[in-house]
């Protein structure tokens, strides 16, 4: 069995392209308590902190609702089910911040288009990178115990 063949199993969970048609949930063939079980599992992932479901229930729920968000959680639990059974591995979370993360290029014309939309310009240079040894740290340190002590720091 695929993976998409998988995630077409549960009844009710429509895919992206399949949002604008109305199915009805018992049509399709699956065991119901398939849907049950998933839709509990994916309440129960959507309210777990800093977690991955939780953060993707929230993306979609702004703009699709409650109901369709959780149904793509479902489906998520689904997908990651079948594929620990395939490869023989443990569920590995992507954590909250996996749809915030971006490469620092993307991120930064991103917010460069955003500050040309408000009438600003701006010019986007890369910083260098800087090295800081443990001996530079160690020496500073020493220097402000240094200037503390004689009181010249206050």
């Not at 911040?97 to 991103?110: L, M």
């Not at 090295?131 to 020493?142: A, P």
Request: glycine content about 4%; charged content about 25%; some cysteine.
């Amino acid at each position: 069995m695929t993976r998409a063949r998988v995630s077409d199993a549960p009844p009710g969970c429509a895919k992206e392209h399949q949002a604008r048609l109305r199915r009805a949930c018992l049509r399709r063939i699956a065991s119901r308590w398939l849907k049950t079980t998933l839709v509990q599992c994916a309440w129960a992932g959507a309210r777990k902190k800093a977690s991955y479901l939780q953060a993707q229930f929230q993306r979609l729920r702004h703009r699709r609702g409650p109901k369709k968000a959780i149904c793509a959680v479902a489906a998520s639990i689904l997908t990651a089910a079948y594929h620990m059974l395939r490869d023989g591995t443990f569920y590995q979370d992507l954590g909250a911040d996996h749809f915030r993360r971006s490469a620092p290029e993307v991120q930064a014309n991103r917010l460069a288009r955003q500050i040309a939309k408000l009438g600003f310009t701006c010019t986007i240079l890369p910083t260098a990178e800087l090295e800081v040894s443990v001996y530079s740290i160690l020496r500073l340190t020493s220097s402000l115990s240094d200037l503390t002590r004689r009181g010249s720091f206050r």
